[in-house]
């Protein structure tokens, strides 16, 4: 979803006259943010409004969808208060008690703001060098230290990728289990409902000489 | 197959939709998925007795931009597939064949007819050598002429003449729905005559206003100058008219203008009528514009079904515009098809949605991109009519201002539903174009990647850093090329040398994104939904129940 007051984004590149103020209200505005991690994909922008307005005043919402899996993974919510303090109040009480959106019963995890966590953030100024990238071929001085770093990485990469998969496995489970409790819960209150509906219950107590009062 | 063969009876030429297709014809091949026709020699045709269909064997012919991704020597050339891997010749329904297309060879082989320069310069496209798929190098074409015969490859004298008779624009999608056009045109056939004259007194009206003259558009007064070239036209040849001319309109503000007057008496497609074609002014482009309109209308609403491969550099971010506009609008335009007065109609439309214009011309534009180099002077009527679209105030701007344009405009529009590079990545995906990338410096920003990205390899389209894990302390990203080779490519570069990222010398890891297959929901939501329906109560509305055992009173609460 598109941010609701967000800054401009990295395509325009500030001049340099004001290219350090901009990079301060970033920096500025990240100190107010926080970020809501595993929230589900159903959450809207109003739901989250409400749901954190009660830690404070809700400036800006912006839900950033995992590009590779956007309709089913988890999303973030970088959310903007309006004082650093009810970012760091917020924070604090997601910590501490479980906290649900839209009733989904897994809850999200609160961090404050990282500037690495706004993908289209401004450049920062200071670092007048650009950055570059380049090429180490296999006859280089340095390939062999590359390589190593490279296949260590990779490592690392799959490493990561399984340890996601396990993990989704068991969130997984976890949700069948519940699910499977939640309905038999369910079950047994409609099951009683029926009783008392059909007046299962009131018959029974005539039978029994015991006294019904319900409802 | 024995019985294959039996059934077949082989045909040396073809009629189809109205034209003749001879053996080894070069033809544009509609594909659904693909914005631009492919181009194809046909090498064998034949119909199938039993089923009474028409195929016809193909060989392909790759763009230079598969084939030669580094070179910009010329854009034109197109490289002739062979060798015996898959996808060198395909089988395929004469229904599928849209047209004839202007290629010619260019192989300085004594065997080959040469074109003439304007021959060349006409053709949409050149070729002079084939590409081995197994062996993935170019070599003359002479070689697959000794194979197959110099009648397949080489130019004859018939095919020449033939591409000098081809009308209509490379990029033109006659497709099946385009026959509702042409329906349109015969309806439009009687009025043709009072039309043209309304058309041609109109255009020598604005002509008159003009200030920059070229030979043809002069006009002073009346019919006698277009009776003088239409005099002349039988001594000039077609096509070096047509190149000039075109040339002329697309340094002359009247085109706009005229388009903008006389679209409504458009659709007049009296190409057949050669007395009163005046072939250097708009009748002959507004019709095709319409068509243009229309068939990318067409060839768009089919993209917005299915997906489109997008092998634009600019076309990305606007193909995803786009194909939402259009969405919204094809209801009207496709409506509009099908009224006689559609001419009327569209013109309206068009009047009314100038953004919409833009939107058009700018995947116009991004086709046309991928097409062609930058080079008016070249190239068909179609091209002159995309970039006399792009641009309102018709400069004879360079391409590039009138595309950032276009751009900048679709930056300042945020009614779409989903982010436009989001839906690039997601049509990406599963055409095999986009690469994750590991192990970068979480501290780079998105801008800052793709400058570099763009430095580091060839066709890079668009690079994102994707949202850091929090527990992760090297970022991820995901680049996204503009055709399947060019990531291979770039995957095999990464994986044979290091790309190190400066500052912190990490090297980049790289793999294929692949389509998530599972659709798996987001585990967490208990589906409580179905179990409430057809329930008065729902289950929040239960507190508990208690029946103690041995009490005389039995408590229910709500």
Same mark, same amino acid.
């Given at each position: 979803?598109?941010?609701?007051?967000?800054?401009?984004?990295?395509?325009?590149?500030?001049?340099?006259?004001?290219?350090?103020?901009?990079?301060?209200?970033?920096?500025?505005?990240?100190?107010?943010?926080?970020?809501?991690?595993?929230?589900?994909?159903?959450?809207?922008?109003?739901?989250?409004?409400?749901?954190?307005?009660?830690?404070?005043?809700?400036?800006?919402?912006?839900?950033?969808?995992?590009?590779?899996?956007?309709?089913?993974?988890?999303?973030?919510?970088?959310?903007?208060?309006?004082?650093? !303090?009810?970012?760091?109040?917020?924070?604090?009480?997601?910590?501490?008690?479980?906290?649900?959106?839209?009733?989904?019963?897994?809850?999200?995890?609160?961090?404050?703001? +990282?500037?690495?966590?706004?993908?289209?953030?401004?450049?920062?100024?200071?670092?007048?060098?650009?950055?570059?990238?380049?090429?180490?071929?296999?006859?280089?001085?340095?390939?062999?230290?590359?390589?190593?770093?490279?296949?260590?990485?990779?490592?690392?990469?799959?490493?990561?990728?399984?340890?996601?998969?396990?993990?989704?496995?068991?969130?997984?489970?976890?949700?069948?289990?519940?699910?499977?409790?939640?309905?038999?819960?369910?079950?047994?209150?409609?099951?009683?409902?029926?009783?008392?509906?059909?007046?299962?219950?009131?018959?029974?107590? !005539?039978?029994?000489?015991?006294?019904?009062?319900?409802? | 197959?024995?019985?294959?063969?039996?059934?077949?009876?082989?045909?040396?030429?073809?009629?189809?939709?109205?034209?003749?297709?001879?053996?080894?014809?070069?033809?544009?091949?509609?594909?659904?998925?693909? /914005?631009?026709?492919?181009?194809?020699?046909?090498?064998?045709?034949?119909?199938?007795?039993?089923?009474?269909?028409?195929?016809?064997?193909v060989c392909w012919?790759l763009?230079?931009?598969?084939?030669?991704?580094?070179?910009?020597?010329?854009?034109?050339?197109?490289?002739?597939a062979f060798g015996e891997g898959k996808g060198v010749t395909n089988e395929?329904?004469?229904?599928?064949?849209?047209?004839?297309?202007?290629?010619?060879?260019?192989?300085?082989?004594?065997?080959?007819?040469?074109?003439?320069?304007?021959?060349?310069?006409? %053709?949409?496209?050149?070729?002079?050598?084939?590409y081995d798929v197994d #062996?993935k190098?170019?070599?003359?074409?002479? +070689?697959?002429?000794?194979?197959?015969?110099?009648?397949?490859?080489?130019?004859?004298?018939?095919? =020449?003449?033939?591409?000098?008779?081809?009308?209509?624009?490379?990029?033109?999608?006659?497709?099946?729905? *385009?026959?509702?056009?042409?329906? #349109?045109? *015969?309806?439009?056939?009687?009025?043709?005559?009072?039309?043209?004259?309304?058309?041609?007194?109109?255009?020598?009206?604005?002509?008159?206003?003009?200030?920059?003259?070229?030979?043809?558009?002069?006009?002073?007064?009346?019919? %006698?100058?277009?009776?003088?070239?239409?005099?002349?036209?039988?001594?000039? *040849?077609?096509?070096?008219?047509?190149?000039?001319?075109?040339?002329?309109?697309?340094?002359?503000?009247?085109?706009?203008?005229?388009?903008?007057?006389?679209?409504?008496?458009?659709? +007049?497609?009296?190409?057949?009528? &050669?007395?009163?074609?005046?072939?250097?002014?708009?009748?002959?482009?507004?019709?095709?514009?319409?068509?243009?309109?229309?068939?990318?209308?067409?060839?768009?609403?089919?993209?917005?079904?299915?997906?489109?491969?997008?092998?634009?550099?600019?076309?990305?971010?606007?193909?995803?515009?786009?194909?939402?506009?259009?969405?919204?609008?094809?209801?009207?335009?496709?409506?509009?098809?099908?009224?006689?007065?559609?001419?009327?109609?569209?013109?309206?439309?068009?009047?009314?949605?100038?953004?919409?214009?833009?939107?058009?011309?700018?995947?116009?534009?991004? $086709?046309?991109?991928?097409?062609?180099?930058?080079?008016?002077?070249?190239?068909?009527?179609?091209?002159?009519?995309?970039?006399?679209?792009?641009? =309102?105030?018709?400069?004879?701007?360079?391409?590039?201002?009138?595309?950032?344009?276009?751009?900048?405009?679709?930056?300042?529009?945020?009614?779409?539903?989903?982010?436009?590079?989001?839906?690039? =990545?997601?049509?990406?995906?599963?055409?095999?174009?986009?690469?994750?990338?590991?192990?970068?410096?979480?501290?780079?920003?998105?801008?800052?990647?793709?400058?570099?990205?763009?430095?580091?390899?060839? &066709?890079?389209?668009?690079?994102?850093?994707?949202?850091?894990?929090?527990?992760?302390? *090297?970022?991820?990203?995901?680049?996204?090329?503009?055709?399947r080779?060019? /990531? $291979?490519?770039?995957?095999? /570069?990464?994986?044979?040398?290091?790309?190190?990222?400066?500052?912190?010398?990490?090297?980049?890891?790289?793999?294929?994104?692949?389509?998530?297959?599972?659709?798996?929901?987001?585990?967490?939501?208990?589906?409580?939904?179905?179990?409430?329906?057809?329930?008065?109560?729902?289950?929040?509305?239960?507190?508990?129940?208690?029946?103690?055992?041995?009490?005389?009173?039995?408590?229910?609460?709500?």
């Amino acid at each position: 979803m598109g941010p609701a007051a967000e800054p401009s984004s990295s395509e325009k590149k500030p001049s340099p006259s004001n290219a350090p103020s901009e990079y301060q209200k970033f920096e500025e505005k990240v100190k107010r943010c926080l970020m809501l991690e595993d929230v589900t994909p159903q959450a809207t922008i109003p739901m989250v409004q409400t749901a954190l307005g009660q830690f404070g005043t809700v400036v800006s919402i912006d839900i950033i969808n995992d590009p590779l899996d956007p309709k089913h993974a988890a999303k973030r919510v970088i959310v903007e208060m309006k004082t650093p !303090r009810e970012a760091s109040h917020a924070v604090k009480e997601i910590r501490e008690h479980p906290f649900m959106i839209k009733g989904v019963p897994r809850p999200v995890r609160a961090l404050h703001a +990282v500037a690495t966590m706004f993908p289209d953030r401004p450049q920062k100024p200071s670092s007048g060098t650009k950055r570059t990238c380049e090429w180490v071929k296999p006859g280089d001085p340095e390939w062999e230290k590359y390589n190593e770093f490279k296949q260590l990485a990779k490592k690392h990469a799959q490493e990561l990728t399984y340890l996601m998969e396990v993990i989704r496995k068991e969130e997984e489970k976890l949700a069948q289990e519940q699910e499977e409790k939640v309905r038999e819960n369910v079950k047994k209150l409609d099951e009683i409902h029926l009783c008392v509906k059909d007046r299962v219950v009131h018959r029974l107590s !005539r039978y029994y000489g015991m006294k019904f009062e319900g409802d | 197959m024995a019985n294959e063969e039996e059934d077949r009876a082989y045909m040396s030429s073809c009629s189809n939709e109205g034209v003749e297709y001879r053996l080894y014809d070069i033809v544009k091949i509609f594909d659904k998925e693909f /914005a631009v026709p492919h181009i194809g020699k046909i090498l064998k045709m034949w119909e199938e007795r039993s089923s009474g269909t028409r195929k016809a064997l193909v060989c392909w012919f790759l763009w230079h931009k598969e084939v030669k991704p580094h070179d910009a020597d010329n854009p034109k050339e197109l490289f002739l597939a062979f060798g015996e891997g898959k996808g060198v010749t395909n089988e395929l329904k004469m229904d599928s064949i849209v047209g004839k297309c202007k290629v010619v060879c260019i192989s300085s082989d004594p065997r080959n007819k040469e074109p003439s320069v304007s021959d060349v310069e006409n %053709a949409d496209f050149v070729y002079s050598h084939a590409y081995d798929v197994d #062996l993935k190098h170019t070599f003359p074409v002479k +070689v697959v002429a000794d194979k197959l015969g110099p009648d397949a490859i080489f130019n004859t004298e018939e095919w =020449l003449l033939a591409v000098t008779k081809i009308e209509g624009k490379t990029n033109e999608f006659k497709s099946k729905k *385009s026959i509702k056009s042409s329906l #349109l045109e *015969s309806k439009k056939r009687p009025r043709d005559a009072e039309v043209a004259s309304k058309l041609q007194k109109k255009k020598i009206d604005k002509q008159d206003e003009l200030t920059t003259q070229k030979k043809k558009v002069k006009v002073s007064d009346g019919k %006698a100058p277009i009776a003088k070239e239409n005099a002349r036209e039988g001594s000039v *040849s077609k096509q070096e008219e047509m190149v000039q001319s075109k040339r002329q309109l697309l340094k002359s503000e009247e085109l706009s203008r005229l388009r903008k007057a006389q679209i409504a008496d458009v659709k +007049v497609p009296a190409l057949t009528d &050669g007395a009163v074609l005046d072939k250097a002014s708009s009748p002959r482009e507004l019709a095709p514009d319409m068509h243009d309109i229309m068939e990318q209308t067409d060839s768009l609403i089919n993209d917005i079904v299915r997906q489109v491969n997008d092998e634009t550099v600019l076309g990305e971010k606007s193909k995803g515009e786009d194909s939402k506009e259009l969405e919204s609008r094809a209801g009207n335009v496709s409506k509009v098809e099908r009224t006689p007065e559609e001419g009327r109609e569209a013109a309206d439309h068009e009047g009314d949605i100038a953004d919409g214009d833009k939107v058009e011309s700018k995947k116009a534009l991004a $086709e046309s991109d991928f097409s062609w180099q930058e080079d008016l002077n070249k190239g068909s009527m179609f091209k002159l009519l995309k970039k006399t679209k792009s641009s =309102l105030t018709m400069e004879p701007e360079k391409r590039t201002a009138s595309a950032v344009e276009p751009l900048k405009q679709f930056e300042k529009r945020k009614i779409f539903r989903e982010l436009p590079w989001e839906e690039s =990545l997601q049509r990406g995906i599963p055409q095999g174009r986009v690469l994750h990338l590991h192990n970068i410096d979480p501290l780079v920003t998105s801008a800052d990647m793709r400058e570099m990205l763009k430095s580091a390899f060839q &066709g890079l389209s668009d690079a994102r850093i994707l949202p850091q894990e929090a527990s992760c302390p *090297s970022g991820q990203a995901i680049a996204i090329f503009e055709s399947r080779l060019l /990531a $291979e490519s770039a995957l095999e /570069a990464i994986e044979k040398n290091c790309l190190v990222m400066a500052d912190k010398k990490w090297p980049v890891i790289a793999s294929r994104v692949k389509e998530s297959l599972n659709q798996a929901r987001f585990p967490g939501h208990l589906a409580l939904e179905k179990l409430k329906l057809g329930r008065n109560l729902t289950s929040d509305e239960f507190v508990s129940f208690f029946y103690l055992e041995g009490f005389d009173r039995i408590w229910i609460m709500f």
